[in-house]
């Protein structure tokens, strides 16, 4: 089965400062992976996503930026947070055996 | 386009009584549906889906969802709550076709659910 690690749990950083959250994946080869942010209160709200190597799709333009640089890698940064980038972030990956599998998340505040 | 409403935030029950989580979708393509349980501090479990099979579909933990397309709605019930089963759901939709559609998940506001004992 496919399983998915995203790390760290929780981050507390102070505005200004860079952002680098990771994901990585096992078994499965060219899976769909996604990085979704859910703000308090909303739900969930898909940020990019791609279906490939260096293949990135960006839902919502904003502060944040996402990189593939392997097929089980996918990275969600930012050079410089804002207040507003506070909230729950979750990497899934979808492939077509196994559908969908989420990570365990991300809980960012910004202070 | 597509788009999922919950139409209760919160949804407070006693143990042992029925659970109705309610969740209503549009979409422009023939949709997949889904129900998903976040437990505080955990990743997105998938309950239970629908993908054009039958209407009547059974997850897991007792959950069960109704598919209906007349009144586009996918409700989520369970005819006796657990203490185990405060947690907070997610109803989401996926589209079936649609070029760059196809494959994105849209979620809805997330209802959270508490059971007293």
């Known amino acids: 089965s496919q399983t998915i690690h995203q790390w760290p749990a929780t981050l507390v950083q102070p505005v200004g400062s860079p952002l680098s959250l990771e994901c990585t994946v096992e078994?499965?080869?060219?899976?769909?992976l996604y990085w979704y942010r859910q703000a308090a209160g909303r739900g969930l709200q898909l940020l990019f996503y791609?279906?490939?190597?260096?293949?990135i799709s960006s839902e919502v333009p904003q502060n944040l930026s996402a990189s593939r640089p392997q097929d089980r890698q996918f990275i969600l940064s930012s050079k410089k947070l804002l207040l507003s980038d506070s909230g729950f972030y979750l990497c899934?990956?979808?492939?077509?055996?196994?559908?969908?599998?989420f990570g365990s998340g991300t809980r960012l505040t910004v202070v | 386009a597509q788009s999922v409403t919950q139409l209760d935030s919160h949804v407070s029950v006693s143990e042992g009584t029925p659970v109705l989580l309610r969740c209503n979708y549009s979409?422009?393509?023939?949709?997949?549906l889904f129900w998903y349980v976040q437990h505080p501090n955990k990743g997105l479990q998938l309950l239970l889906k629908?993908?054009?099979?039958?209407?009547l579909v059974k997850g897991i933990n007792g959950f069960e969802a109704e598919f209906k397309k007349s009144e586009t709605s996918f409700h989520l019930t369970k005819p006796s709550a657990h203490m185990s089963d405060a947690a907070e759901y997610f109803c989401?939709?996926?589209?079936?076709?649609?070029?760059?559609?196809?494959?994105?998940?849209?979620f809805g506001q997330g209802t959270i659910l508490t059971v007293h004992p």
């Open positions: 629908y993908t054009s099979a039958a209407t």
């Open positions: 979409s422009s393509y023939s949709p997949s």
């Open positions: 791609s279906v490939g190597i260096g293949q």
């Open positions: 989401v939709v996926r589209p079936n076709a649609g070029g760059t559609s196809y494959g994105k998940l849209t």
């Open positions: 078994g499965t080869s060219n899976p769909n």
């Open positions: 899934a990956l979808q492939s077509k055996v196994y559908g969908y599998t």
